[in-house]
């Protein structure tokens, strides 16, 4: 097989740099946007979950057509919208347009977010599964800070126009790559050409599987998108918001990767349970205390090495044949929380006065993937599903 495997890997990857870019970029200039169209943080937080609102509908569905029409052209087609949405927002004069162009680019990232798993899954099996999706995960937060640092100096001498133009650049690259070194995997297992739902009991899986995952992103994106309200509300500085971020993004990285490799020595679970609570501890320590950098750390590095856990838990939990529409069904609890949770906490920051309240309900949403995960792992018996892989 030689290379393909890891280009379609680093496309996959790149798409995913993009993808969190692409998240991030209201909430960086959100302070700009607020000023400039005279809104509140609850419309701020309505865009943020602009991007995710079309997931929750359907990402169960380009599952089912990723499975009918191949993984080439659903995910290729999600790639181009998410080249084509960014435009949409640049020439648009407000906050409909802006969000009718995040929505479309959100689309496009719904059939890209589906698929990836299951074509890691197709190429990589074992311990170097854990780390392909580990590396997946890992991307998502590079593209957040890379947005943090580089939106806010690019539209301050281009305007903010510049910076949802620069949203289609990373996507472009991906779309390039993947088309050209994607194939199918020659260990694939065959799909069914049909539109048939998993079994009862994986689709159970599946959507617990999600909400796990809903859990653990909703709390950490949230805390990236009042982050910079709430420093700018305590009087600190863009270099020092600069710095929080790039800790709180960039370090999920190498957490991420060292966190797939501590679980399959030390267990997920354990992984998973430290990992969890550090992220609660720093969410919720970030909003009653002014100490931004020792929480960037806690949920930068601590509370980022379970990602990689989670997603191979959602991965595995249907059959090789089912995954497509599967993760269309893990997606759909994702999506559908990365849609809400945004607005909620924008909610809770104007009833709270402050960007605090939004960072105290992210932290009681991170909790919930706790109980969801042991009642995954009650289900089924994790050690024996990673094994298996």
């Known amino acids: 097989m030689g290379?393909?495997?890891?280009?379609?890997?680093?496309?996959?990857?790149?798409?995913?740099?993009?993808?969190?870019?692409?998240?991030?970029?209201?909430?960086?200039?959100?302070?700009?946007?607020?000023?400039?169209?005279?809104f509140d943080y609850a419309t701020l937080g309505t865009l943020i979950g602009a991007?995710?609102?079309?997931?929750?509908?359907?990402?169960?569905?380009l599952g089912l057509l990723g499975r009918r029409f191949g993984d080439r052209l659903v995910l290729g087609a999600g790639l181009l919208l998410m080249v084509v949405g960014p435009l949409i927002s640049t020439f648009s004069d407000g906050p409909a347009g802006i969000g009718l162009g995040r929505g479309l680019a959100g689309i496009g990232a719904v059939a890209m977010i589906v698929l990836q798993n299951k074509i890691i899954a197709d190429w990589f099996t074992g311990h170097q599964l854990m780390w392909a999706l580990s590396v997946s995960s890992a991307a998502y937060p590079v593209g957040v800070g890379l947005a943090q640092l580089v939106l806010p100096p690019l539209t301050h001498s281009y305007g903010w126009q510049a910076g949802f133009l620069s949203d289609s650049v990373p996507m472009a690259v991906s779309l390039v790559l993947f088309l050209v070194s994607y194939r199918a995997s020659p260990h694939a297992v065959a799909q069914p050409r049909t539109f048939s739902l998993p079994s009862a009991r994986e689709c159970l899986l599946l959507a617990i599987a999600g909400l796990i995952w809903t859990a653990y992103t909703a709390g950490y994106s949230s805390y990236l998108n009042y982050v910079p309200s709430l420093m700018a509300v305590r009087g600190e500085g863009l270099v020092l918001t600069g710095v929080v971020l790039t800790i709180a993004t960039w370090g999920n990285v190498p957490a991420t990767m060292l966190g797939a490799g501590?679980?399959?020595?030390?267990?997920?679970?354990?992984?998973?349970?430290f990992s969890t609570c550090a992220l609660v501890v720093g969410i919720g320590g970030a909003a009653v205390l002014d100490w931004p950098v020792t929480f960037a750390v806690i949920i930068g590095i601590v509370g980022s090495l379970h990602p990689g856990v989670i997603m191979a838990v959602g991965t595995l939990s249907a059959r090789p044949e089912n995954r497509a529409v599967g993760m269309g069904l893990f997606y759909?609890?994702?999506?559908?929380?990365?849609?809400v949770v945004p607005a909620l906490c924008g909610r809770a920051a104007d009833i709270y006065g402050s960007p605090e309240g939004a960072l105290l309900a992210a932290s009681v949403i991170s909790v919930l993937a706790l109980p969801m995960f042991l009642l995954h792992r009650r289900m089924a018996a994790h050690e024996t599903m990673l094994a298996r892989a």
Do not use: K
């Open 51 to 61: 991007f995710m609102f079309f997931g929750a509908f359907l990402a169960l569905p």
């Open 262 to 273: 501590l679980a399959t020595r030390l267990g997920a679970f354990r992984i998973f349970l």
């Open 3 to 38: 290379s393909r495997p890891w280009l379609i890997l680093a496309a996959v990857a790149l798409a995913r740099i993009g993808f969190g870019y692409q998240y991030q970029t209201v909430a960086s200039l959100g302070p700009e946007l607020m000023h400039l169209f005279q």
């Open 332 to 339: 759909s609890m994702y999506y559908a929380g990365g849609a």
